[in-house]
Nanobody, 127 residues
Framework: VQLVESGGGLVQPGGSLRLSCATSGSTLDGYPIGWFRQAPGKGREGVACINGDDDKTYYTDSVKGRFTISRDNAKNTVTLIMNSLKPGDTAVYYC?????????????????????WGQGTQVTVSS
């Protein structure tokens, strides 16, 4: 299974972007899928996750009310809509899939490596 992100780019503060994570090779129905980001010189940060069985969502505090994660199993795609973007949102955004990922986002589980990772897409918020 491969995860392929798209939709990154340069946007002005206050603008919006729509990131997509497409799966190929096999379906990830039932898998939680999450978005992470890593800014230069900073550690990886979990941004949002959507559960596999019930589509429950989790957002880190800094993006609540601005970002929305959703999935379309028919298209094997998970989307992250990012509104009201700030310079602090600038980072490489990655999607990942792991059967424990939703619980990891909730702080109820931990793993060193996740099952599937994408290659990342750059998001730059600047005037």
């Amino acid at each position: 299974v491969q995860l392929v992100e798209s939709g990154g780019g340069l946007v002005q503060p206050g603008g919006s972007l729509r990131l997509s994570c497409a799966t190929s090779g096999s379906t990830l129905d039932g898998y939680p899928i999450g978005w992470f980001r890593q800014a230069p010189g900073k550690g990886r940060e979990g941004v949002a996750c959507i559960n596999g069985d019930d589509d429950k969502t989790y957002y880190t505090d800094s993006v609540k009310g601005r970002f929305t994660i959703s999935r379309d199993n028919a298209k094997n795609t998970v989307t992250l809509i990012m509104n009201s973007l700030k310079p602090g949102d600038t980072a490489v955004y990655y999607c990942a899939a792991d059967r424990l990922l939703y619980y990891i986002f909730l702080g109820l589980a931990a793993k060193n490596e996740y099952e599937y990772w994408g290659q990342g897409t750059q998001v730059t918020v600047s005037s």
